[in-house]
T-cell receptor
């Protein structure tokens, strides 16, 4: 079965802290994505990657960075967490190069920034 | 700018009471329309892909249809386990951008 694993289900951090959210997929997928989901705003794309070492900005990249050193791992980094980054973060992957519609999502990481 | 609007925002059904969810979209050329199911506190789970007007896909009690402006997700004789939020997303033909709707929360009471 397809598996996208996010390292932390729940995190509580303080304003200004550096936060790492890790995502690993075991399907040999080329494409990986980070979304955040907020009530009333839906799912919004932060960053995505079509290959190792490659990254592209999504719709809301400000305040975030990403790292993809290995094909199976895609990390989201909050350099200096702020309260408006409190959200549910969802990692996803897809099997076909360039195909972004049939996403396999992880369970999500709920981040609270105090 | 691509827009995806889902209605209603919430739907309460009795077990066995069939209904439909709507996803209307505005996109400059459609590559595909996607339906997902999301349980509380979990990531969305992919259900269907529709590519062209007139296409239909079915899975158990769910049937998705597509026209040029909207898609419907029909739930036939729903059971309590069909309770979830249903999301639709559209992918434009030019590029790979995926735009999600706000979702419809479905509650099926026994």
């Amino acid at each position: 079965d397809v598996k996208v694993t996010q390292s932390s289900r729940y995190l509580v951090k303080r304003t200004g802290e550096k936060v790492f959210l890790e995502c690993v997929q075991d399907m040999d997928h080329e494409n990986m994505f980070w979304y955040r989901q907020d009530p009333g705003l839906g799912l919004r794309l932060i960053y995505f990657s079509y290959d190792v070492k490659m990254k592209e900005k999504g719709d809301i990249p400000e305040g975030y960075s990403v790292s993809r050193e290995k094909k199976e791992r895609f990390s989201l980094i909050l350099e200096s967490a702020s309260t408006n980054q409190t959200s549910m973060y969802l990692c996803a992957s897809t099997r076909r190069k360039g195909s972004t519609g049939e996403l396999f999502f992880g369970e999500g990481s709920r981040l609270t920034v105090l | 700018e691509d827009q995806v609007t889902q209605s209603p925002e919430a739907l309460r059904l009795q077990e066995g009471e069939s209904s439909s969810l709507n996803c209307s979209y505005t996109v400059s050329g459609l590559r595909g329309l996607f339906w997902y199911r999301q349980d509380p506190g979990k990531g969305p789970e992919f259900l269907f892909t529709l590519y062209s007007a007139g296409e239909e896909k079915e899975k158990e009690r769910l049937k998705a249809t597509l026209t040029k402006k909207e898609s419907f997700l029909h739930i036939t004789a729903p059971k309590p386990e069909d309770s979830a939020t249903y999301l639709c997303a559209v992918q434009e033909a030019a590029g790979n951008k995926l735009t999600f709707g706000g979702g419809t929360r479905v509650l099926v009471k026994p």
